[in-house]
T-cell receptor
């Protein structure tokens, strides 16, 4: 079974631009979560989607948004980029109906650098 | 508000040693706890998942325990190898669909 895939793997943007990151979950997984990882703040939860609905959201400004499509693929968008948005963005998928309930499997991440 | 702490922040041991990594959480009302490893610049690899009703899980040389009442989990690594060098993260699912991560323990196993 293919793992979680994220595209692109690396991105360089300038302040004020916007960016869209993509995540394809493991086949059959319907829950997708997004996290931001920085050296100073560690791993922080952004939001979680299930069946195209956002079920939970972390404490991030409205510049961070996401969506999920009917095939469970998810995108997150960051508008008006700031230097502090430079981070590794990780996507995780899980199968709520699996016996291991809520075990999360992570993708390789997208490294975003804002100049 | 759930807070997750991992001690020590960094650890360096000679190859072959058995070691214990610690994870503490402030709110015992958790659904599950998951241990991950992360290699530099990479994503997270799931190691073990412990449901709130379980006390421990084992996979190969790894054993994770959970004591909800005291808000603690430990990850035991037997006979450590240089390939075990990585950052180890614990995460608790507390509240709905949201994992709270610890700050990690950076492990270095010396050959």
């Amino acid at each position: 079974k293919a793992g979680v895939t994220q595209t692109p793997r690396y991105l360089i943007k300038t302040r004020g631009q916007q960016v869209t990151l993509s995540c394809s979950p493991i086949s059959g997984h319907r829950s997708v979560s997004w996290y931001q990882q920085t050296p100073g703040q560690g791993l922080q939860f952004l939001f979680e989607y299930f069946s195209e609905t956002q079920r939970n959201k972390g404490n991030f400004p409205g510049r961070f948004s996401g969506r999920q499509f009917s095939n469970s693929r998810s995108e997150m968008n960051v508008s008006t980029l700031e230097l502090g948005d430079s981070a590794l963005y990780l996507c995780a998928s899980s199968s709520i109906n699996s016996g291991k309930g809520n075990e999360q499997f992570f993708g390789p991440g997208t490294r975003l650098t804002v100049l | 508000k759930q807070e997750v702490t991992q001690i020590p922040a960094a650890l360096s041991v000679p190859e072959g040693e058995n070691l214990v990594l610690n994870c503490s959480f402030t709110d015992s009302a958790i659904y599950n706890l998951q241990w991950f490893r992360q290699d530099p610049g990479k994503g997270l690899t799931s190691l073990l998942l412990i449901q709130s009703s379980q006390r421990e899980q084992t996979s190969g040389r790894l054993n994770a325990s959970l004591d909800k009442s005291s808000g603690r989990s430990t990850l035991y690594i037997a006979a450590s190898q240089p390939g075990d060098s990585a950052t180890y993260l614990c995460a608790v699912m507390s509240g709905t669909y949201k994992y709270i991560f610890g700050t990690g323990t950076r492990l270095k196993v010396l050959a």
